[in-house]
């Protein structure tokens, strides 16, 4: 499996990013995918996952009403929409599949498995 994030970028308080992640290996409507992030220093906190079928989607408190988790099947590519954006949403970024994998804080509906090399955040006047 690989994923691919992009869309990183440093963006004043308030703005808006849409993340992207390109997944090969397997296809999305198979498996369940989502977000989680890591500032330097911290625990990784989860964001947003959906589900391989139903779309169902799942967010960390900290980010509901603001972010938005989609994908598009048969492009194999995840976004996530992030509105009215804080400081403290700087961190490093990752795309990840929902498996058997490590349980992370503000989503433990959805542990994380692969994941890619992550895209950088920054939101900063």
């Known amino acids: 499996v690989q994923l691919v994030e992009s869309g990183g970028a440093l963006v004043q308080p308030g703005g808006s990013l849409r993340l992207a992640c390109v997944v090969s290996?397997?296809?999305?409507?198979?498996?369940?995918i989502g977000w989680f992030r890591q500032a330097p220093g911290k625990e990784p906190e989860g964001v947003a996952c959906?589900?391989?079928?139903?779309?169902?989607?799942h967010y960390a408190d900290s980010v509901k009403g603001r972010f938005t988790i989609s994908k598009d099947n048969p492009e194999d590519t995840l976004y996530l929409q992030m509105n009215s954006l804080k400081s403290e949403d700087t961190s490093v970024y990752y795309c990840a599949t929902v498996g058997r994998g490590v349980v992370v804080s503000g989503l433990p509906q959805c542990p994380f498995d692969n994941w890619g090399q992550g895209t950088q955040v920054t939101v900063s006047s």
């Open positions: 290996g397997i296809r999305l409507d198979y498996y369940a």
């Open positions: 959906i589900s391989s079928s139903d779309g169902t989607t």
